[in-house]
């Protein structure tokens, strides 16, 4: 567009170079991570500091996976992604349906109230939704974190499926009803099946949130066993009497790459879900 | 978003084919409406459940003396709000919030709007460079925030290490040790995790505006900072709005960072509403303090999603 209009190697260069210190920003972090989950125990309160171990102690994580039991944490977050997601997908595909496919009264109200839904932090409901789990005797488990969080998503997951689900021509599903298909055979059978890109990128994106999610859980969650993989990671970092950096850091990283490659990889699905269809 | 389908009765199956044929538009209608409602329910159901009772149970508190353990003992009006009106706690993390959201909202604006023009230029190795500055959204705020605190170790961090080495400062900083600074260092870090966002965002309006605007522009003189002051800024404008209105609700409802960091303190120094609202409830046990800054903040925010949807409708209009 011309902000630049040299030659594209020199414009490159330039376009790298004022990029550069953001990069190094966004970078330094992971490096602290690499860097202290890998150096052996005496070197991490040390002065001055340094960014080499003097060995790779790939023993902390092995240390720290059986020192606080992360695969159970693991697992937990696993198990609350995979609910979270189920319920999202499964609650979210009909509602973006009937506001792709139907025009109904109350349909632009339904959206804003999913907007609002969208922009109220769980933070600012947390307690009530703690009393309203401890009133339904249901606390301490980790059901209700996947039902608070799937909720809490709704909105973003139904958005972007009603953006895809109205590119989807209607004549396909026309034909199948004149050949005898009923609605919901049609739906399963033949839009469902078209619109599958759709619904795994909501279903990664969605996999992505709940992952990472911190209040819903701190609230709603009491004992270590059911710590997620957030919690058991602010946990370690909370310890008041000793603070193992080197395993914290092993933590980290293992509950943040395969995330960190997943999500990198679902980056250009990004721009579309977010605003196009907030409302409409 | 209606489309128009040339045969109405194809467009409803199940129902139309069978109750249209008395020409019936009224039942007709009807099935319409119950078909869509019976789409919608569960959702419905589900988002008004986990957000809407905890509302009624936060309104519900609000207006009663709650004991430490959480009982309901006597409706007592306005007290609890007449509390928090006397808290000078709360007007310093009121007053704390809204420089933080300030400073973070117009900061990370500042940085992404540049970042978003150079990542639209065409340069080599492009691609590679989006992914690196839409980094830190793809790492939990709890996981940031950690390694940050373990980074601003006064002694041992190695970001005191990496300035020192880089000869910008020539003693150790203690980064989180008083407050100013503190709260400082968590609104950088708040910026450098809202920056990704932003730029995803302002990118997605940069490539909405198409390559014939700048030739028919360039055909009139305009090139350079002319083309990029009259026609990409203006044209940008309703994805700026977006993006400060988002900006401003998230990074308001913004609890980790300073959590992890610092727990509002030293001394309360850091609190901002969120995080007073998280001590009040399950620290202090004030709750019925809690549900009134709960509902303070539900209003605002309530005003920020109306704020945010007349922009929307304002830009699709256009």
């Known amino acids: 567009m011309g902000l630049f209009t040299r030659s594209r190697p020199i414009r ?129 488990s980790l059901d209700p974190v996947a039902i608070v969080v799937a909720a809490f998503n709704l909105a973003f997951s139904v958005m972007m499926l009603f953006n895809y689900f109205s590119t989807i021509p209607r004549d396909i599903e026309e034909a199948a009803w004149i050949d005898g298909a009923s609605a919901t055979t049609s739906l399963i059978r033949i839009f469902l099946p078209l619109a599958l890109p759709a619904l795994s990128v909501t279903a990664m994106f969605t996999f992505v949130e709940v992952w990472n999610e911190f ?40 509950a943040t790459l395969p995330v960190t490659v997943l999500f990198m990889w679902l980056q250009r699905y990004l721009v579309g879900g977010m605003t196009a269809g907030a409302v409409k | 978003m209606r489309e128009r389908v040339s045969n109405p009765i194809l467009l409803y199956p199940g129902g139309p084919a069978k109750a249209g044929e008395g020409g019936l538009r009224g039942i007709f209608r009807m099935f319409r409406v119950s078909r869509a409602f019976w789409l919608i329910l569960p959702g419905l159901l589900l988002t008004a459940l986990v957000i809407g009772l905890p509302i009624l149970i936060l309104i519900w508190t609000a207006f009663h003396e709650v004991s430490r353990f959480g009982v309901l003992l006597s409706f007592n009006g306005f007290a609890n709000f007449a509390d928090v009106f006397a808290d000078p706690l709360f007007y310093a993390a009121l007053l704390r919030t809204i420089v933080w959201t300030a400073a973070v909202v117009l900061g990370t604006l500042l940085l992404s709007l540049p970042v978003a023009l150079i990542l639209n230029e065409d340069f080599a190795g492009r691609g590679f460079a989006r ?82 605007v700048y030739e028919a522009g360039a055909v009139d003189g305009a090139t350079g900072w002319k083309s990029f002051r009259h026609i990409t800024l203006p044209l940008l404008k309703p994805f700026v709005n977006i993006a400060i209105v988002l900006n401003v609700i998230y990074v308001f409802n913004s609890f980790p960072i300073i959590w992890v960091l610092t727990q509002g303190g030293p001394a309360d120094g850091t609190d901002i509403l969120v995080t007073y609202l998280y001590k009040l409830a399950f620290k202090f046990g004030q709750l019925g303090k809690a549900s009134v800054v709960s509902l303070m903040m539900f209003a605002v925010l309530l005003i920020f999603t109306v704020v945010y949807a007349a922009l929307q409708m304002r830009r699709e209009e256009a």
């Not at chain 1, 603070?243 to 914290?248: A, G, P, Q, R, V």
């Not at chain 2, 790492?139 to 940031?144: C, D, E, G, K």
């Not at chain 2, 150790?172 to 920056?195: D, K, N, R, Y």
């Open chain 1, 12 to 140: 490159s260069l330039l376009c790298w170079l004022l990029l550069a210190p953001l990069i190094a920003l966004n970078l330094f972090p992971f490096a602290v991570m690499l860097s202290t989950a890998l150096r052996p125990r005496d070197e991490i309160f040390i002065n001055p500091q340094r960014w080499l171990p003097s060995r790779l102690a790939v023993e902390n994580f092995s240390d720290m996976w059986t020192s606080v039991d992360y695969g159970a944490a693991v697992l937990n977050s696993l198990y609350v992604a995979a609910a979270s997601v189920a319920l999202v997908l499964l609650v979210g595909i009909p509602s973006a349906y009937a506001l792709s496919r139907y025009d109904f009264r109350w349909k632009r109200k339904y959206q804003l109230f999913l907007l609002i839904t969208q922009m109220v932090s769980p933070i600012v409901l947390a307690l009530g939704l703690f009393r309203l789990f401890v009133w339904l005797g249901w606390i301490d």
């Open chain 1, 215 to 254: 209040v819903i859980t701190l609230t709603l969650v009491r004992s270590s066993e059911h710590f997620t993989l957030p919690l058991e990671v602010h946990a370690l970092a909370s310890n008041l009497y000793e603070l193992k950096w080197h395993h914290i850091m092993a933590a980290v990283l293992v």
């Open chain 2, 131 to 212: 992914l690196l500055i839409l980094l830190p959204w793809s790492v939990s705020l709890t996981m940031t925030a950690v390694v940050w605190r373990w980074a601003l170790n006064g002694q041992s961090g190695l970001f005191n290490h990496l300035l020192l080495q880089l000869g910008i400062i020539d003693t150790p900083i203690e980064w989180l040790g008083t407050a100013p600074l503190a709260f400082t260092v968590q609104i950088a870090i708040a910026i450098l995790v809202s920056i990704p966002f932003t730029v995803t965002l302002l990118l997605g309006g940069l490539s909405s505006i198409a390559g014939d």
